[in-house]
């Protein structure tokens, strides 16, 4: 009882000190991504309603995966040059009529086409996004301000799939609608509350200094962190297989319905919902960086190699939990050595960099993880991840002493 009561002690103090900014960004990427439900039934959608191979279905979200990254790098340049304000609001609205158009294309090519154009959208939301985190809150709180922006985006993951589950059950074709609508009220609540908001500015001080570091380094020409991000990518390539084969796994192996899926995939958000804060807030204090970003990936790991002796719910239960477990304490303090490596003017550069490495794993974990468990089975599947990050730990362990 003790113990609870320190841990919901630390839970609230973790949410101390934020900005009224910080938590209105939280409400809308909550609310955004309440309705990003698309995403893990695309496969199970592709495969069961359009009757696509599992090689086909790979390749149409690897497309998701270019668009991404081409979102990423255009995102982090437009939030540089035109703001993150501007950029957020556009990626909001402009993805609206994307989802509202998918259900009418049902065949290989046209799939493909609105799905890189759809994540193309999407994407340039995601570096401007984290630079309006780092601008409206207190230096003090960045790794915080993070973690509340990712505790939203993960309750809001933890009732998207839930619904999804239950509409993907009626038709496919009310995913892409909600999402839809979704995107409009994030888009109006967005505009209302930001619009001519202004954020913490540079220092003075600083300002010479960091003039002098954007003469000499941009995002894409930091070696050390550009190695930092291959390895991100890596861990990113076995995480994200939670929104393409690990479904696909459900379904085919695990024979569960959408509804069970959509649980599942629930459980995820719920998880993250209640322990990120708290946790990071003690892992902040405990642990350096990359002490916490090694064994958050080395949890990644674990939770597909608990997969290998069958498919019972329990296990399944028990890997998600381990997944979200492994996202707590990778994905918050990789945004924060990317803002660490920057100064405010080349900010979206650096999170656009960091942003490629996930939209690299967006393409390379559907078209390799479906070729794989096509040819040769998921249990092999699970093997190859848990080697990866047996890779990525070393890296994390030899550059991050470098940084």
């Known amino acids: 009882m003790e113990q609870l009561k320190i841990y919901w002690k630390n839970y609230i103090s973790a949410y101390q000190g934020l900005s009224n900014a910080t938590w209105l960004l939280a409400l809308v990427m909550f609310i955004n991504q309440s309705g990003s439900m698309v995403l893990p039934f695309l496969g199970v959608y592709m495969t069961t309603v359009l009757e696509f191979s599992l090689k086909n279905a790979g390749i149409v979200l690897s497309t998701f995966g270019v668009g991404s990254i081409l979102g990423s790098f255009v995102g982090g340049w ?26 009418l294309f049902d065949n290989f090519i046209t799939l493909c086409i609105s799905i890189f154009f759809l994540s193309f959208i999407k994407e340039l939301f995601r570096p401007a996004n984290s630079a309006s985190v780092s601008y409206y809150a207190k230096p003090e709180n960045l790794i915080r301000a993070f973690s509340l922006n990712r505790m939203a985006l993960n309750l809001g993951y933890s009732i998207g799939p839930a619904i999804g589950g239950f509409l993907a059950a009626v038709s496919y074709h009310f995913l892409f609608y909600t999402n839809a609508f979704m995107s409009l009220v994030a888009g109006i609540l967005f505009i209302w509350y930001f619009k001519n908001r202004k954020g913490h500015a540079p ?31 890596i861990y990113a390539f076995c995480f994200f297989q939670i929104l393409n084969t690990l479904p696909l796994f459900y379904k085919d192996i695990a024979r569960m319905t959408e509804k069970e899926i959509g649980l599942l995939m629930a459980f995820n958000g719920i998880v993250v919902f209640v322990l990120e804060m708290a946790l990071v807030h003690f892992a902040e204090k405990k642990f350096s960086l990359s002490t916490n970003m090694i064994i958050g990936s080395l949890f990644c790991g674990a939770a597909f190699l608990i997969l290998l002796p069958s498919a019972a719910v329990v296990l399944l239960y028990a890997s998600i939990f381990l997944i979200s477990i492994s996202e707590i304490l990778v994905m918050p303090f990789a945004s924060t050595v990317a803002v660490n490596r920057s100064v405010t003017a080349n900010r979206g550069s650096y999170m656009g960099l960091n942003g490629i490495s996930f939209s690299i794993a967006f393409v390379t974990s559907p078209l390799i993880g479906t070729y794989i468990a096509e040819t040769y089975g998921f249990t092999n599947l699970w093997l190859f991840n848990c080697l990866m990050i047996a890779i990525c730990s070393i890296g994390f362990y030899i550059i991050m002493k470098k940084m």
């Open 78 to 103: 437009l939030t540089d040059k035109f703001g993150s304000f501007k950029i957020q609001a556009f990626s909001l609205f402009f993805s609206i009529p994307f989802y509202l158009i998918l259900p």
């Open 203 to 233: 220092e003075k001080s600083h300002s010479i200094k960091a003039e002098a570091q954007i003469k000499v380094k941009s995002a894409y020409a930091d070696r050390t962190f550009i190695i930092f991000s291959f390895f991100i990518a």
